[in-house]
T-cell receptor, first 111, second 115 residues
Framework: TQLLEQSPQFLSIQEGENLTVYCNSS?????LQWYRQEPGEGPVLLVT?????EVKKLKRLTFQFGDARKDSSLHITAAQPGDTGLYLC???????????FGAGTTVTVRA | GAGVSQSPSNKVTEKGKDVELRCDPI?????LYWYRQSLGQGLEFLIY????????KSGLPSDRFSAERTGGSVSTLTIQRTQQEDSAVYLC?????????????FGPGTRLTVL
């Protein structure tokens, strides 16, 4: 079983629509990271959230870290075809330097 | 180069053969990580190097897998007697240090196909 559960696994939406990806765990994390990966490339870090309840915005992307530091969400407003990709959440459980990854959410934005 | 590089980008091999995958981390990064990415399963941690030492090899799936790092830089992941279930994308990442939460920079991966 994955330490971090992502949902949904696949998401296909029309350009201009909003979407939310969830990342949940029963473990507490010192920080959570969101990566985006395109075909044939490695994941690229989008954001790191470290404080419970933290909200970070990156243009049309909004990231939230749960108060208990066990879950996070990624919300994209007015999605564009360029947002298409595999979104991965990852985190270091407390006292563990190893980065654990969720299985990923494949997002497709249709023009 | 400025980023993490990996070679080869693609490797097709026959079951039972040995393969070597190479990773060139970002210059000056002391921490290096190997992950395996299978379809629909996210990234699976394999091994972590701090300098040339591997304090954590717990993610290596079997004794057919080994890795080394020399000069605090280049790392090779070796898979002996490859099996079909070894087919996956092998990703390497480096970070400035092994401090949890430090950004890891990933290479493009090596896609391994075992026939």
């Amino acid at each position: 079983t994955q330490l971090l559960e992502q949902s949904p696994q696949f998401l296909s939406i029309q350009e201009g629509e909003n979407l939310t990806v969830y990342c949940n765990s029963s473990s507490v994390f010192s920080s959570l990271q969101w990566y985006r990966q395109e075909p044939g490339e490695g994941p690229v870090l989008l954001v790191t959230v470290v404080t419970g309840g933290e909200v970070k915005k990156l243009k049309r992307l909004t990231f939230q870290f749960g108060d208990a530091r066990k879950d996070s969400s990624l919300h994209i407003t007015a999605a564009q075809p360029g947002d298409t990709g595999l979104y991965l959440c990852a985190g270091n459980p407390l006292s563990d330097y190893k980065l654990s990854f969720g299985a990923g959410t494949t997002v497709t934005v249709r023009a | 180069g400025a980023g993490v590089s990996q070679s080869p980008s693609n490797k097709v091999t026959e079951k039972g053969k040995d393969v070597e995958l190479r990773c060139d981390p970002i210059s000056g990064h002391t921490a290096l990580y190997w992950y395996r990415q299978s379809l629909g399963q996210g990234l699976e941690f394999l091994i972590y190097f701090q300098g040339n030492s591997a304090p954590d090899k717990s993610g290596l799936p079997s004794d057919r897998f080994s890795a080394e790092r020399t000069g605090g830089s280049v790392s090779t992941l070796t898979i002996q007697r490859t099996q079909q279930e070894d087919s996956a994308v092998y990703l390497c990442a480096s970070s400035q240090s092994g401090v949890p939460g430090n950004e890891q920079f990933f290479g493009p991966g090596t896609r391994l196909t075992v026939l």
